[in-house]
């Protein structure tokens, strides 16, 4: 058997591995276009900052270490130029030559490159950038020991354009962040990526949002934005998305679907006999949903790259698709997704609902507690979990990482309570916030509670809701919302007469919690409330007017 792979890192090195543990007669061949077959591209940006102090420390393997450890024939600075799919043979150009190779099965990994949209002024400048790479980080770096830049725009303020952000604002530089869409950190909710945002201005980061960058003038150094604004910058990088690198593949005659994708069946078989395909260049299955996607993501790729080894072996295996759980630590916060947001839930016809709670990431009496908002998006009558954020200083990737196993668990809201998860003082919570997210979700599919979420808050209060703010006036220090109806819950039952009946009142606490409290007495006395969800602590990031 000889296959031939092409591309490396993530899911051609994962593929090439598997093949040899379960292969040793096989002839392997990794050709990769770049210098490098095996480099974490995950933790280039922290080598920007220094935070990765060693550029070497990103480089995992090389064609040698492979050769001796894999008995792999690794062909780095080599191109797959053509693919002959009736003979069975690519071409290789390495140089100035290029020769023939033939394969039994032949794996693209070709990965994705960045989006650069056409922009008036690009090929003038000298100081744009993206990072993809080792050589994009080389660049980088070098260009930054040579000018020593004291400005930098980052455009896009997706998962590495963030993380670019950090790692530049680190080195010291005055960093401005600009983003087409209307919030930082797409994948996310509006409500919880402003605290992702506020974290952002808080570490003096410029932010620019429902803007694109249009032309650069003066070689980069002056950026324009579509309302005409200029930006001043010594560096700018461009961090838009990716594409996926489907020019052999559609030469080949492979077919292709949404965005360029290169599609593939649940074995990773292409349209084109013995031609499989792995990682950022195909198209998987939205697993809640069932629906084409592209989620480029590390670990997905290396489980698509293990998996067609298998296949190729004549192991029994059949990709189920890819949730995109993703995390990213912006400073001192950290925020994370899994499944669909409620944007994606809403946009795919979902029945949905949507419950908010804050807890801390351990008992709140140790020290260094720190609070963690979580989010939830599920279907209100059968409980099933489509999508879950977190946000929080520390503890937001065990949660996360939690509800993303009870998604691909098949889990409900009901089984969240159920889970029982490590406990003490230093580590977590007695009920922890995976458990009680569970408990809010499991109120609302019963009936003992009705949320109100953030965006609805404003028509009800038009309509003539009142806020009944059940803090107490301590509490108050931090900010209280304007024209709310005040009366701490500890006096709510005995102070009954000072609420109308006729009025429907949105009740609000710090969290949600004592508001939950206040709304099972309330209802039980014949009043018409609801339940503001994530309370204070959501309405003070996202809805800032609202607060006095």
């Given at each position: 058997m000889k296959v031939m792979i092409v591309g490396g890192?993530?899911?051609?090195?994962?593929?090439?591995?598997?093949?040899?543990?379960?292969?040793?007669?096989?002839e392997i061949i990794v050709v990769e276009k770049g210098p490098h077959v095996s480099f974490a591209n995950c933790g280039?940006?922290?080598?920007?900052?220094?935070?990765?102090?060693?550029?070497?420390?990103?480089?995992?393997?090389?064609?040698?270490?492979?050769?001796?450890?894999?008995?792999?024939?690794?062909?780095?600075?080599?191109?797959?130029?053509?693919?002959?799919?009736?003979?069975?043979?690519?071409a290789i150009k390495k140089g100035e030559e290029t020769y023939w190779e033939t394969y039994d099965s032949l794996i693209l990994s070709p990965g994705a490159r960045p989006f650069i949209p056409p922009i008036e002024g690009l090929a003038e400048a000298k100081n744009v950038f993206s990072l993809r790479n080792v050589p994009d980080l080389d660049k980088i770096m070098t260009y930054v020991k040579e000018t020593q830049p004291k400005k930098a725009l980052v455009i896009g303020a997706g998962f590495i354009g963030l993380e670019m952000v950090e790692n530049l604002a680190e080195t010291g530089m005055e960093v401005t962040l600009v983003e087409k869409a209307p919030h930082v950190l797409p994948p996310l909710d509006e409500e919880m990526a402003a605290f992702v945002q506020k974290e952002l201005v808080e570490n003096d980061i410029r932010v620019i949002l429902g803007q694109s960058a249009v032309g650069f003038e003066n070689e980069g150094k002056t950026v324009r934005l579509e309302d005409g604004s200029l930006l001043e910058t010594d560096l700018v990088i461009m961090s838009v998305g990716v594409l996926p690198e489907n020019g052999l593949a559609e030469s080949a005659?492979?077919?292709?679907?949404?965005?360029?994708?290169?599609?593939v069946d649940e074995h990773y078989q292409t349209n084109?006999?013995?031609?499989?395909?792995?990682?950022?260049?195909?198209?998987?299955?939205?697993?809640?949903?069932?629906?084409?996607?592209?989620?480029?993501?590390?670990?997905?790729?290396?489980?698509?790259?293990?998996?067609?080894?298998?296949?190729?072996?004549?192991?029994?295996?059949?990709?189920?698709?890819?949730i995109g759980t993703a995390i990213v630590r912006v400073f001192n916060m950290s925020a994370a997704s899994t499944g669909l947001s409620e944007r994606q839930a809403k946009m795919a016809g979902l029945n949905y609902a949507v419950a908010h709670t804050r807890g801390a990431d351990h008992a709140s009496y140790y020290p260094d507690s720190t609070p963690v908002t979580l989010k939830l998006v599920?279907?209100?009558?059968?409980?099933q979990i489509y999508g879950a954020q977190g946000v929080g200083i520390k503890?937001?990737?065990?949660?996360?990482?939690v509800l993303a196993t009870a998604i691909k668990g098949d889990l409900t809201v009901e089984d969240l309570p159920e889970l029982e998860l490590t406990y003490a003082p230093p580590f977590g919570v007695a009920k922890d916030p995976v458990n009680m997210?569970?408990?809010?979700?499991?109120?609302?599919?019963?009936?003992?509670?009705?949320?109100?979420?953030?965006?609805?808050?404003?028509?009800?209060?038009?309509?003539?809701?009142?806020?009944?703010?059940?803090?107490?006036?301590?509490?108050?220090?931090?900010?209280?919302?304007?024209e709310a109806v005040h009366i701490p819950l500890p006096q709510l039952r005995e102070r009954l007469s000072e609420l109308d009946k006729d009025t429907h009142y949105m009740i609000a606490c710090a969290s949600g919690q004592r508001s939950y409290m206040a709304e099972r007495v309330l209802v039980q006395e014949g009043y018409d409330v609801s339940n503001m969800s994530g309370s204070f602590t959501i309405y003070s990031v996202v809805k800032p007017d609202m607060i006095k």
């Open positions: 890192v993530a899911g051609g090195m994962s593929a090439a591995t598997r093949l040899r543990r379960l292969n040793e007669q096989a280039l940006p922290y080598h920007v900052s220094g935070e990765i102090a060693e550029r070497e420390s990103l480089l995992l393997h090389t064609p040698d270490s492979l050769k001796a450890r894999f008995n792999l024939d690794v062909r780095v600075s080599s191109e797959v130029t053509e693919i002959n799919p009736d003979d069975k043979k690519v005659g492979i077919e292709l679907g949404m965005r360029g994708g290169i599609l084109v006999s013995d031609i499989y395909a792995v990682g950022d260049a195909i198209i998987v299955k939205q697993q809640i949903t069932g629906e084409d996607a592209m989620i480029s993501l590390a670990s997905p790729a290396n489980r698509q790259g293990r998996q067609v080894a298998d296949i190729i072996s004549g192991v029994k295996r059949k990709n189920k698709g890819s599920f279907n209100p009558e059968t409980g503890g937001v990737d065990k949660r996360i990482d997210i569970g408990y809010v979700a499991l109120n609302v599919i019963e009936g003992l509670t009705t949320l109100v979420q953030w965006h609805e808050v404003e028509e009800k209060l038009a309509q003539g809701a009142k806020i009944l703010d059940v803090r107490v006036p301590d509490e108050f220090t931090v900010g209280e919302f304007k």
